[in-house]
């Protein structure tokens, strides 16, 4: 028998769930800490992101939960910046960690549109599939290719071929 607890009234498997907590949160921390560059305000979002999950568990397709909580988590750093605007107090960078490239590269996604920037974090940086990237959008896998192929191309131009690699591989 499946050992369950009594959340808002709903019934909720804690054994799946507690897999895909240990899979999901540190990929949900780490979408919204380079999103937002502040350590706590990620640990925060990843927090409320797991636990919107949670009480959502009987309805998320299990093939596509992944997309799901990277997708909320990545909402909810976006609501976050809109609301505190520059007001938000970056964490400390740690300089070892924080080589040109990267910090070049997290300037140069910054400069990107929306679309392009958030197909390109969760393609490449979360290591989603197009068809998750898309699923997480809620657009078509085919936009998320033009997305990702446009942003990839400003960010060519921009940083150039050679620095584009080798911060995308960190």
């Known amino acids: 028998m499946m050992e369950v607890m009594q959340l808002s009234r709903r019934v909720v498997p804690e054994a799946g769930f507690e897999e895909v907590f240990r899979d999901l949160y540190p990929r949900a921390l780490r979408l919204a800490e380079r999103m937002l560059g502040n350590r706590a305000a990620a ?7 797991m636990a919107r999950a949670l009480l959502r568990w009987d309805r998320l397709d299990p093939d596509r939960v992944a997309g799901w909580v990277l997708r909320v988590a990545a909402n909810q750093a976006i609501d976050l910046m809109r609301r505190k605007g520059r007001t938000m107090t970056p964490g400390v960078v740690d300089l070892e960690d924080a080589t040109t490239e990267r910090l070049a590269l997290a300037a140069a996604l910054k ?8 197909s390109i974090v969760l393609r490449y940086l979360s290591d989603l599939s197009e068809a998750d990237t898309a699923a997480a959008l809620g657009i078509s896998p085919g936009s998320v290719k033009t997305h990702v192929h446009r942003g990839l191309g400003s960010l060519r131009a921009e940083l150039g071929h050679d620095a584009l690699e080798g911060a995308a591989h960190v």
Do not use: G, K, M, S
């Open 111 to 118: 400069r990107l549109p929306r679309r392009q920037r958030e």
């Open 43 to 49: 640990e925060d979002i990843a927090a409320e992101t």
